[in-house]
């Protein structure tokens, strides 16, 4: 099927979003909130593109547009241009002085916000992209609290969420960079969420390596035993190849094995 | 006999039992107007006092306002509803069944037949009729006019059955409709309701047989129908009342439409704010389970249909079909974007349809009546019936089902009877969601587009209804608070975008907002409407884009002018009265000052902002006392009497006015010598200006000296305060005509600055053959006449007065005193009259003769051309107008004729300009007033400035000061200066002494009415005694003051019942 973007056909094939195929096709759209591993969400409202036809005319967001056959898509037309620009003024104002969020805006052709800035100090976007790994990785130990303009991520009743695992996903997608899981005496500290994870300990060194609930869910869920820590488990899978044959060489086993 | 035949009978036994029925409204409406007690009354009646009754309960009839309703119905005779029933009634009413009878007072109607739309029969229950003498004059209840124009539809059971009764529900034709589809195929019923044209009530306007071919067409193994209850739009109610008041209908309904579109599941999806009508629900489901109309095999069709409720926990953005999905599946009530469409994957990832609660309680009728009955009402887009929450600033409160169609002045002003004496501002449709409507929009029909393209919407169907005391800009700033704080977070431009329009607007209410701020509200609404995820955000803006565009001058007088028009920004408002004031008289602080005794303090107080303060306090209208929150209690304090009593406290003794030593050495000519002129110059003089007035007449003072008689303002008062004004420093010149004794190119000249202020002293003609007859004077000129001294004598002669204003009033009340008959002639009704009421109260009192619904066809004269005869054009009422009274309209060939010596037609005047509008070239109105701009008063040309009856058309001798004021200072800054009318410095506020708690309006004395008093022309109405005038004083609750006395709740604690 054919997709029109910006004046140039594109061939689509199998089902895909316009984000999707903008990015394949190095066409820039800003976002905020997608995250490829997660369902659409349509929150920042930062990749939102205007339908000129094969849609109901009007803005809409790129992420959550399924493409269909005669789709014709403006991604910085006037219109769409304006709206994302107040959009990223809006989040500016709650975010004021944001590295990332600075940067992002200048790439939209933003430099300053004429609207009142949040005057507790706000880091947080709330793409929701932390909460959405979170529940994908299915526990939800993080969640949304409160509504509107005091929307918030934190565990149940802001305290430390009994439910997490410690597998600093949530760290591991945060575009802001603001979530931070430190090891402190065989407990993983994250936090702004006040996780609390009882480490696992290497079996092999000895070390903590990774939240404890993190093991057990591993071999409740996929059977997977995990009782190495990912040193330990290079140097295993190592050695299992290097006896396997033909790899020895280059590796000098013999030394790390004592 | 089946089980419908069967439940049927049981159901007319329990209608109409043979004995007496009370039937208590008991919705939540009624039980928060104590209800419930009154039903325990009856209870009581029945069992302690062997009162041989039916009692009972229903849902509501929507007469909110007059909460608590009761029925009483007679075996095989009349039903007649009160209302307003109080325990005492109940008790009166118990006592009076003993004997048959029944008390007189608080009937709203009677009914002696029930229309059962179902069927679309009628059932005349009652064969004795009228047999309570005392009730025979009680009208039929669909002919007041709260229910004339109804047509119930969807609320057809509301208030006539027990809903936790079944077989009433059955009696009156439910589940016929039921029984009827799955009798048929699902495609004839979507056919069915596809052609009756039935859309969405709940604010989405789609087709409804539309949306049910989608969800039909979805392939699935398992479908949903949802019933959205989850209303919250703030002040609209009619879904609780369905629920509360005819469940069956709503499950019905829905088994109707799960039978069509394949769906074996259905759930009500009810916010938990709405307990009795969860709780009635439950009651009505487990009755249809264990009828057979719910559950397996439904009337032994092979369908299957069973029904459950989930509970909504109060967040409006689950009223979002994708939101209130989530919530059912139990994740946060949050919209995700669509596509997918319920329809396709709803609920649980199964195809889902989703119909708000009136849509569902419209399709049982559809369906045993047929789409043709159906679209017999309405307009060609919008067919069917619509419930209104009419509410607001409205005299008759309630939930009004109206055929699509209806005009919204019938609505407003028939049903609901207006806005009690307020003029009609706006009416806001569609809640939160919607935009408002105009005043001059009334004629426009209740219609899905027509109210679209004005900016409003249909939606859930609330009518806000508000008058002059509403501030427009405080309305947007309202309905954002409450999206705000309603917007779920999830998407940017609603959770920061409605949050930064909220303070931008809060920035507008204080008075601290630019116009540049306004550029950004209007920008930022724009983009959240088009930016935001789901139609929370994206409607949310609508509030603010549609008062921006009918009111945007009340916005920038916020900005700009730093005032609130209706006076309700607390930031930007001293008090209701002061801000009302044209003037800007600081009321309570002067009524204050009387109340300690010091009346020249008070008489400085007002002299400070009005320099006529003795003329004022006879003949001003005191629009302050209209907004005075002491009429919210008792009665308006009277300001004016109180003015009044100050000015001639002092006015008697020796006052006293200094001309400032320090001149500017710059003139002003005033053209002029009106309240308008009087003022500006007065002004213009005390900042150091020599300032000449130029009048016309012999007499100075305008239509203060030449157009309110004698009896009402004596010209020594009106001499006195004019001389003050000469002693400040201003040059009268009397007689002095422009164009004839100077021109206005030589006034330019000879000063720095001009004020135009002539007045509006052209009566307009009749209009008729014979309006130029010997005997034909107009209004204005009769009054002048008589002010300038001319001899008439009227002794046995009849005059007929064409018109209801002040000056028809005045020309009567003089016509009297002259010795001759006065007869007023008005060509609507006495109610609509624009006169002051307390002047038509006098007038009729000395003999005034009055002849409502008459327009003059012709003068007709005898052979000397000298008036004989009036013929006059009988008139009817038509539709309502945008002034909210009804049009006359001529009844052809009624006509009715009267002698008359003299006619006098008063029927509105407009600025006479001799040659200064030729000469000077100032634009004008098409009224034929001066055109300037409003707030530098500066006409077209520079150094020309204008105010008062010649610009704002005929009106108040105090807007007049107003306009004086203005164009003073405007002038002031014009030549020079910074504009500042005087030096004040900010008052202490402070409450000395208790507000009087009990007490009405003091009302002044007057002459005794008797024939000296209608043969003389001294002043009727005298000043307060300086007794009553303290009296009256300590009425006021001092509003200005606004540190709170009381800090538990936050009210001022000035006032004797605070129930706000």
Known sequence: MYITING??????????????????????????????????????????????????????????????????????????????????????????????????????????????????????????????????????????????????????????????????????????????????????????????????????????????????????????????????KTKEARLLAHAGGLGRYFNLEKQDH | ????????????????????????????????????????????????????????????????????????????????????????????????????????????????????????????????????????????????????????????????????????????????????????????????????GLRGRGGGGFSTGQKWEFARKSVSDEKYVICNADEGDPGAYMDRSLLEGDPHTILEGMAIGGYAMGAETGIIYCRAEYPLAVQTLQKAIKQAEEAGFLGENVFGSGFNFKLKIVKGQGAFVCGEETALIASIEGKMGEPRPRPPFPAVSGLWGKPTNINNVETWANIPPIVTRGAGWFSSYGTEGSKGTKVFALVGNIMNNGLVEVPMGTKIADIVYETGGGCGGYALKAIQLGGPSGGCITADMLDLQVDYEVLKEVGAIMGSGGMVVMDERTCMVDVARYFLDFTQGESCGKCTPCREGTKQMLLLLNKICEGKATMADLELLEELSLAVRDAALCGLGQTAPNPVLSTLRYFREEYEAHIIDKFCPASVCAALVVAPCQNTCPAGIDVPLYIDAIKQGNYQESYDIVYRDNPLPATCGRVCPALCARRCRRGLLDDAIGIRELKRFAADKVMAGDYKVTPPAKRKGKSVGIVGSGPAGLTCAYYLAQLGYDATIYEALPVAGGMMAVGIPEFRLPAAVLNKEISLIQDMGVEIKTNVRIGKDITMKQLQKEHDALFVGVGAHKDQALGVPGDDLNGVVSGIEFLRDISLGKKVDLAGKTVVIIGGGNVAIDVARTSIRLGAKAHIVYRREEKDMPAFASEIHEAREEGTQFTFLAAPLKVVGNKKNKVKQIVLQSMKLG??????????????????????????????????????????????????????????????????????????????????????????????????????????????????????????????????????????????EFAYTEEQAITEAKRCMRCDIKESDDDDNGSCGHCPGCGC
């Open chain 2, 879 to 1020: 539709p309502y107008d945008r002034s909210g009274r009804r049009r006359p309209v001529a009844i052809e060939g009624a006509e009715i004729t009267l002698d008359a010596d003299l006619i006098v037609p008063a029927i509105g005047q407009e600025p006479g300009y001799d040659k200064i509008d030729e000469e000077l070239k100032l634009n004008k109105s098409r009224s034929n007033t001066l055109v300037v701009d409003k707030r530098s008063m500066v006409t077209n040309i520079e150094g020309v400035f204008a105010g008062g009856d010649c610009v704002s058309g005929p009106a108040t001798v105090v807007e007049a000061i107003g306009a004086g004021k203005k164009a003073a200072s405007a002038i002031d800054k014009y030549l020079g200066g910074d504009g500042v009318l005087y030096q004040a410095e900010e008052p202490q506020r402070k409450l000395v002494g208790a507000v009087a708690e009990a007490g009405r309006l003091v009302k002044p004395n007057c002459i005794p009415l008797d024939a000296k008093r209608l043969k003389s022309f001294d002043e009727v």
């Open chain 1, 8 to 233: 140039t056909d594109y061939e689509v094939r199998g089902e895909s979003t316009v984000l999707e195929v903008a990015q394949r096709e190095g066409i820039y759209i800003p976002t905020l909130c997608h995250h490829p591993a997660l369902e659409p969400y349509g929150a920042c409202r930062l990749c939102l593109v205007e339908i000129i036809a094969g849609g109901r005319p009007g803005l809409t967001a790129s992420c959550a547009l399924p493409v269909s056959e005669g789709l014709v898509i403006e991604t910085d037309s006037p219109r769409v241009h304006h709206v994302r620009q107040i959009t990223m003024k809006l989040i500016m104002a709650a975010c004021p002085d944001v590295p990332a969020v600075m940067e992002l805006a200048e790439k939209l052709g933003v430099t300053d916000t004429p609207y009142q800035k949040a005057s507790v100090p706000n880091s947080c976007v709330l793409c929701g992209i932390c909460v959405r790994i979170c529940s994908k990785v299915g526990t939800s130990a993080i969640g949304f609290a409160y509504r509107g303009s005091d929307r918030q991520v934190m565990g149940p009743w802001d305290k430390t969420p009994d439910t997490c695992l410690g597998c600093r996903a949530c760290e591991n997608v945060c575009p802001m960079g603001l979530i931070k899981f430190e090891e402190k005496d065989g407990v993983l500290i994250g936090e702004p969420f006040k996780s609390r994870v009882t480490m696992a300990k290497c079996s092999e060194c000895g070390r903590f390596f990774t939240g404890a609930p993190m093991v057990g869910t591993l071999q409740q869920r996929v059977g997977l035993a995990v009782d190495l820590c990912p040193e330990c488990q």
């Open chain 2, 1 to 196: 006999m089946s089980i419908l035949e069967e439940l049927k009978a049981k159901g007319n036994g329990s209608l109409y039992p043979d004995k007496v029925k009370i039937l208590v409204g008991r919705a939540s409406c009624g039980k928060a107007s104590g209800a419930d007690k009154v039903y325990n009354t009856f209870i009581d009646a029945v069992e302690q006092q062997g009162l041989d009754a039916v009692v009972s309960s229903s849902g509501c009839l929507g007469f909110c306002q007059q909460e608590p309703l009761v029925a009483v119905q007679f075996p095989g005779g009349t039903r007649y509803v009160y209302h307003d029933v109080d325990v005492d009634l109940a008790g009166e009413i118990a006592a009076a069944l003993k004997n048959n009878t029944l008390p007189a007072r608080q009937v709203l109607g009677k009914e002696e037949e029930d229309e059962l739309i179902v069927y679309g029969t009628t059932n005349q229950f009652a064969q004795k009729t009228d047999f309570i003498k005392e009730l025979k004059q009680v009208p039929y209840l669909n002919k007041i006019p709260f229910y004339a124009l109804q047509v119930k539809i969807a609320t057809r059971n509301c208030g006539y059955i027990n809903p936790a009764s079944l077989e009433e529900y059955v009696a009156r034709g439910g589940y016929e409709a039921l029984r009827k589809a799955v009798s048929g195929t699902p495609e004839e019923v979507i056919k069915e309701v596809k052609d009756s």
